[in-house]
């Protein structure tokens, strides 16, 4: 499925996790022995439902209708005077995503929020704190994600006078490691790095709290059917 904006995303979060069983990474238990098999090998049969249902997922995506509106903004309403990106950001033990959104005023007072980019990953090993998967961890890696990802967005987006980005998670951990200067307990080498990349490319000010309820990354972290993805916000 062709999707580089990453509109399917946590419709296609259930072929990812499959994909994470059948091939795992470096370093990864390999429990079915997947890599011992040669490349015309079928997989093994504990995969046949999962199999099915990732194929099924693709076939979904593909035959739906599942699009957005291509313009940023409605040219009826005029020019835009204010231009700025709501970005979003959560996690759980299954996957890390992240979405960005462009809100623009017009010259009439409209307000128009359009989808500019949608991003879902399987977490690493190296999320993990002796073995247990580590919640806050993922959060503080999504929130990374999404800071690098707008990097990108701004510079490609070229918006002139865009106003700074506002990001949003639903961690308090997370918002406690980026906003706190002197942290009581010191972050651990892994999470200080990603803190430190964090606050480079970001203003810690730029950071909000935002209930998961109300969080649209949420939709990205769990697999969803593409009717669900349709009624997502």
Request: neutral net charge; proline residues 9%; charged residues 25%.
């Amino acid at each position: 499925v062709f999707d580089p904006l990453g509109i399917a995303d946590p419709a296609k979060l259930v072929c990812r996790l499959l994909m994470r069983e059948i091939i795992p990474r470096q370093g990864e238990d390999d429990p079915h022995g997947v890599r011992a098999l040669g490349y015309w090998k079928t997989i093994p049969d504990v995969f046949d439902q999962q199999w099915n249902k990732m194929v099924n997922t693709c076939k979904e995506i593909a035959d739906s209708d599942l699009k957005i509106t291509r313009p940023l903004y409605p040219r009826a309403h005029g020019m835009p005077i204010q231009q700025q990106l709501p970005a979003f950001a959560d996690a759980s033990d299954l996957a890390l995503a992240h979405v960005s959104y462009l809100r623009t005023v017009t010259e009439d007072g409209s307000i128009h929020v359009a989808f500019i980019n949608g991003n879902t990953k399987v977490p690493q090993k190296d999320m993990s704190i002796k073995g247990q998967i580590s919640i806050p961890r993922l959060e503080l890696n999504a929130a990374r994600n999404l800071a690098q990802d707008i990097l990108q967005i701004e510079h490609e987006l070229d918006i002139p006078n865009l106003q700074p980005t506002v990001f949003y998670t639903d961690s308090l951990d997370t918002l406690a490691w980026i906003q706190n200067d002197s942290p009581k307990d010191t972050p651990k080498r892994y999470e200080m790095s990603r803190i430190t990349y964090i606050r480079k490319v970001s203003n810690p000010n730029q950071w909000h709290y935002i209930p998961t309820a109300h969080n649209p990354a949420d939709f990205g972290t769990r697999p969803i059917s593409v009717k669900e993805l349709k009624a997502s916000p």
